[in-house]
C-alpha cells in the first residue's frame, strides 16, 4: 500500500505564502498522476492542482481559482510532488489532501493522504 506524506500546512496572513509538500513511499515514476485536492468545512473535496502523465513528466493542471497564484512541481531526486501557494486567501482554507495514482495491469489504484490544514487569515 503507498503511503502519502503530507506537510508545510499552517496558519498564515491573507496574502501570504505557504509550501506543501508530499513525499510518496513509491518512486514519483511510479504514478500516472499526482497532485494535491483539498476541503473546506461544508463544502466537498475539490482538485487544487495536478500533474497528468506524471511518469514522462507530466502536464500540469490546476483549478481556476487557483490559476496566476499556485504552483504544482515535482522533485525526482527528493521524490516529492510540492504546492507553493502565494497570494493566499481567506477562500483557501481548508484541508489539503496530497493525490496519486498508478495504473496496474489489475486497474488503477488511488492514494490520498491524511491531510495538513491551512489556515488564511483575513
Known amino acids: 500500500q503507498v503511503q502519502l506524506a503530507e506537510s508545510g500546512g499552517g496558519l498564515v496572513q491573507s496574502g501570504g505564502s505557504l509550501r506543501l509538500s508530499c513525499a510518496p513511499s513509491?518512486?514519483?515514476?511510479?504514478?500516472?498522476?499526482v497532485g494535491w485536492y483539498r476541503q473546506a468545512p461544508g463544502k466537498e473535496r475539490e482538485l487544487v492542482a495536478q500533474?497528468?502523465?506524471?511518469?514522462?513528466?507530466?502536464?500540469?493542471n490546476y483549478a481556476d481559482s487557483v490559476k496566476g497564484r499556485f504552483t504544482i512541481s515535482r522533485d525526482d531526486g527528493k521524490n516529492t510532488v510540492y504546492l507553493q501557494m502565494t497570494s493566499l486567501k481567506p477562500d483557501d482554507t481548508a484541508v489539503y489532501y496530497c493525490?496519486?495514482?498508478?495504473?496496474?495491469?489489475?486497474?488503477?489504484?488511488?492514494?490520498w493522504g491524511t491531510g495538513t490544514l491551512v489556515t488564511v487569515l483575513s
Open positions: 513509491a518512486s514519483m515514476h511510479s504514478f500516472n498522476t
Open positions: 500533474i497528468i502523465d506524471s511518469v514522462s513528466g507530466g502536464t500540469a
Open positions: 493525490n496519486a495514482d498508478q495504473l496496474m495491469a489489475s486497474g488503477r489504484m488511488e492514494y
